[in-house]
């Protein structure tokens, strides 16, 4: 490609894994570690298009949400229209970063969906007293330790979970509405119940509006020099020198971010797993 080239511009950004915290040494998606990227997709000169490559179970509600509203401020501001293609999965907080594009494509093999909100947690109350283990919890504020997990679970605390849980899923609603309108070709009752998809009947349903992978649509569309531009993190000076002060911790700070680590990771692998990944 020549340097002063006059060809048309198109950038991309990918979008994959959980959206959210992962714990202290590893990262899940969220608008602090891709504002960088996502400022740099909309300043190219000669830009037609950003293009977002999502592969995504889902995650944090809040930060979909932030992430969806700063790509689409971005493209306001730009006059640029987004093209989204879904990899892998789009699902949960992944399809709702998928609302971000002015279209949609996926492969017919792709899942996609699961518009609804999901709570996953464990309870220990009979392990502990198997191991004859006294709970001691002091708080100021009747619901302070609301959902516990060494405790037995109590109904109020559970009827106050789903109608958070509702408002939530009552958001994510709206967005979908907002963002596909009149392309949803079935009742919302079928729509948004969690349940998921594949791309093809994704499709037909109207979450999607193709099948078709990202050269095929943006040589098609922008020509065959179109000069395609991946969007890296980029990793700065600190970051790389406290990644190796990271590895000469103490045995003791190893153990726990290894511990917090194992628990990320089961948490990622139940998000992966309920789509068959």
């Not at 990227?37 to 490559?53: I, N, S, T, Y």
């Not at 079935?186 to 119940?193: G, V, Y």
Request: proline residues 4%.
């Amino acid at each position: 490609m020549p340097l002063f080239s006059s060809a048309p511009v198109v950038t991309v950004v990918r979008l994959q894994g959980i959206i959210g915290s992962l714990g202290p040494l590893r990262r899940g998606l969220s608008l602090r570690g891709l504002a960088g990227q996502l400022e740099r997709a909309f300043k190219p000169k000669r830009l037609k298009a950003v293009a977002l490559a999502i592969s995504s179970p889902g995650g944090s509600p809040v930060q979909s949400a932030l992430i969806f509203r700063r790509i689409r401020q971005l493209a306001r501001k730009k006059d640029v229209p987004v093209l989204v293609f879904i990899e892998e999965v789009a699902a949960s907080g992944g399809y709702w970063l998928a609302c971000a594009g002015d279209e949609i494509y996926a492969d017919e093999n792709s899942i996609v969906g699961s518009i609804g909100v999901i709570s996953a947690s464990f309870g220990f109350s009979d392990a502990i007293k198997r191991l004859g283990i006294e709970r001691r919890v002091h708080t100021a504020g009747e619901n302070k330790a609301a959902l516990d997990p060494f405790l037995p679970e109590d109904p109020h605390d559970i009827s106050r979970l789903k109608a958070i849980q509702a408002d939530v899923h009552e958001s994510f609603k709206t967005l979908v509405r907002s963002r596909r309108g009149k392309k949803l070709r079935a009742a919302e009752e079928q729509l948004f119940n969690g349940d998921f998809w594949t791309g093809r009947r994704a499709h037909e349903l109207g979450l999607i509006d193709g099948l078709a992978d990202m050269r095929a649509v943006i040589t098609d569309r922008f020509g065959q020099d179109v000069r395609i531009m991946p969007m890296g993190e980029r990793v700065g000076w600190l970051r790389r020198r406290i990644g190796v002060r990271a590895e000469r911790e103490a045995p003791e700070m190893l153990g726990i971010n290894f511990a917090a680590g194992l628990v990320a990771t089961l948490e990622e692998r139940f998000l992966w797993s309920r789509f068959g990944l």
